[in-house]
């Protein structure tokens, strides 16, 4: 977990405003006993998680793909070869979609825009090195154009079937 106080208050602000205008189909499934807070999600979404990723085509065709995702500093942070098409379409029109999905028990969606990450950036070091970690390799070594990309939130929503019981079974404590 690198999330500071700050930036666990504004995940729980966006998290808290993002339903507000969804609709009553939404507000019906993720009510409160469902609802997942920015403490939990940040401690929930550790390690590696396999996120679902929509960009648009030039044509305004929707494709989703899956990436490896981590959770840094209360957003998602992802990676792609330059040469994917998915690349070509954040970087032409950086309009995503992304979720992780665990099952019939914990799901986290999110809309908003890719930020490519480039050296030089406040947390490409840090990122770059908790990646790195992970997979004992640094992500720059996979291909001649790797690229990481961080979740710039504009409407979150986090959801488990039943959030007290993903919490303790996920040994979480509240």
Same mark, same amino acid.
């Given at each position: 977990?690198?999330?500071?106080?700050?930036?666990?208050?504004?995940?729980? *602000?966006?998290?808290? *405003?993002?339903?507000?205008?969804?609709? $009553?189909? =939404?507000?019906?499934?993720?009510?409160?006993?469902?609802?997942? %807070?920015?403490?939990?999600?940040?401690?929930?979404?550790?390690?590696?998680?396999?996120?679902?990723?929509?960009?648009?085509?030039?044509? +305004?065709?929707?494709?989703?793909?899956?990436?490896?995702?981590?959770?840094?500093?209360?957003?998602?942070?992802?990676? %792609?070869?330059?040469?994917?098409?998915?690349?070509?379409?954040?970087?032409?029109?950086?309009?995503? /979609?992304?979720?992780?999905?665990?099952?019939?028990?914990?799901?986290?969606? /999110?809309? +908003? *825009?890719?930020? *490519?990450?480039?050296?030089?950036?406040?947390?490409?070091?840090?990122?770059?090195?908790?990646?790195?970690?992970?997979?004992?390799?640094?992500?720059?070594?996979?291909?001649?154009?790797?690229? =990481? !990309?961080?979740?710039?939130?504009?409407?979150?929503?986090? !959801?488990? /079937?039943?959030?007290?019981?993903?919490? $303790?079974?996920?040994?979480?404590?509240?």
């Amino acid at each position: 977990m690198l999330e500071n106080a700050e930036e666990i208050a504004a995940l729980q *602000r966006l998290l808290d *405003r993002s339903p507000a205008g969804a609709t $009553s189909h =939404l507000r019906n499934i993720v009510h409160a006993r469902r609802t997942l %807070t920015a403490e939990d999600l940040t401690g929930l979404l550790t390690g590696m998680k396999v996120l679902s990723v929509a960009t648009v085509t030039a044509r +305004g065709e929707p494709r989703i793909s899956a990436l490896d995702g981590h959770f840094l500093h209360a957003t998602w942070t992802f990676s %792609t070869s330059g040469t994917a098409a998915k690349a070509r379409h954040m970087q032409r029109r950086p309009a995503v /979609s992304v979720a992780h999905i665990d099952g019939e028990e914990l799901g986290v969606f /999110s809309h +908003g *825009r890719a930020q *490519r990450m480039v050296p030089g950036d406040d947390d490409w070091t840090e990122t770059l090195e908790h990646w790195t970690a992970h997979y004992d390799s640094s992500p720059l070594s996979w291909g001649e154009d790797v690229r =990481l !990309y961080r979740l710039d939130p504009h409407w979150m929503v986090g !959801y488990a /079937s039943d959030r007290l019981e993903v919490l $303790s079974r996920r040994g979480l404590t509240l």
